[in-house]
């Protein structure tokens, strides 16, 4: 049988669409297999590609790969006879890895309800990835215990702001009944991503802003200075000592905001319908991560590093199912009411539900009142190695066994290697 893929490569772009319009509707022996990115958001994934199966009779399997693993679990199932049929990249690098593998989605159905071209991940002409969901993340802050110790939201405008906030709050945790100003900042594989990849975007940021590029093969680090700051205030105002970060999760940290420990916890809107479990959305709120560069603008981290990918390799029968699948998500009721309410979703399609999502209202605020979301530029960092190696310089710094000097190493020098490996 012929596969898309290779069709795909032999065809002119007007080809390509008549090859997926030409395909009929899911054979009755087609499935989907999902490998699914988001750990917090699978059992919402498993009871959605239930209702879907009950509703037309296609299976949908739902895997999700363990927090921090995803490219070791994809490398793992790719090449199976039984291989994921949707799957997942982070963006550019990603894609680089795993083009091959990805279906031309142009002139697709789903293609044609985004918002806007700019979620398609493409390479030249073709269109090998949809973003399906847009996220934010910062500092997500206990409103209540925040109002404890003699503070509100207008007293956190800057990095000067939030550190003479949590240092007061951190000298007083006892009188406060805390453990500490900020969740723990866990260097475990489940929590570490938070800082070598969404810490680490912000020095990307601002180098790639005040240089007017959006990539570069050679970092140069001239915010990491300010990097430093933030992370030495999240490892010393904390629920421990900066020695135990290295056996700390992303449970832990969660356990500590949720049961009133610490005031801030450094996540992203995904968390939301965790938080909506013992907090109202008046309890809560999302920060920008103050950097010290530009505070009085800043606004979330705003963006994306989820894009669908669809198995070129598959059958065309479960190629046509996928397509299917991906498109019932994001336009039937069903899944549109899933992605919103339950999973906290704000995705970018033109049949979208709106989110209850109370930092996603944030985020919308905070743009309405001129402040520029901060761009998810982690999706040039240049492989999952670099980041590895500027985790672990983390780690070693917060436990006293490395110093600052080897973050800067892993970051600029090990950029600048990765780069030349990948070029």
Known sequence: MMKFGKLFAAAASAAMIAAIAAVPAAADDASVYYLNFKPEADEAWQELAKAYT????????????????????LTSEIDKSDAPTLFQVNGP?????????CLDLTGSEIVSNLTSDAFELKDED??????????????????????KAGYTLDDIKSFDDLKAVADD???????????????????????????KTHLANLPIYYEYQADGIDNTDAIKGDFLDN??????????????????LSAKTGDDARAEFLNGEAVFYQNGSWEYSSLAENFSDDEIAMIPIYF????ENQGLCTGTENYWCVNADASEEDIQATLDFMNWCVTSETGTDCMANTMGFTIPFKTAVESPNVFVKQDAEY???????VSWNFTTMPSEEWKNGVGSALTAYAAGTGDWDGVVSAFVDGWASEAALAG
């Open 54 to 73: 009950e509703e037309t009779g296609v299976p949908v399997t739902v895997v999700t790969a363990a927090s921090g693993n995803y490219e070791t679990t």
């Open 93 to 101: 690098i990603g894609l680089a890895n795993w083009k091959d593998y």
């Open 126 to 147: 073709a269109i090998y990835g949809i973003a399906y969901v847009i996220e934010s993340y910062g500092i997500i802050t206990n409103k209540t215990l925040l109002e």
């Open 169 to 195: 709050i951190q000298a007083r945790k006892d009188e406060l009944g805390v453990k500490g100003a900020f969740a723990s900042t866990g260097m475990d594989g489940s929590s570490d991503w938070r800082f």
């Open 227 to 244: 990097y430093k700051a933030v992370f030495d205030l999240y490892i010393t105002d904390s629920t421990c000592d900066p020695a135990e």
């Open 292 to 295: 010290g560069v530009d505070d």
């Open 367 to 373: 743009t309405a009142n001129g402040k520029t979301p």
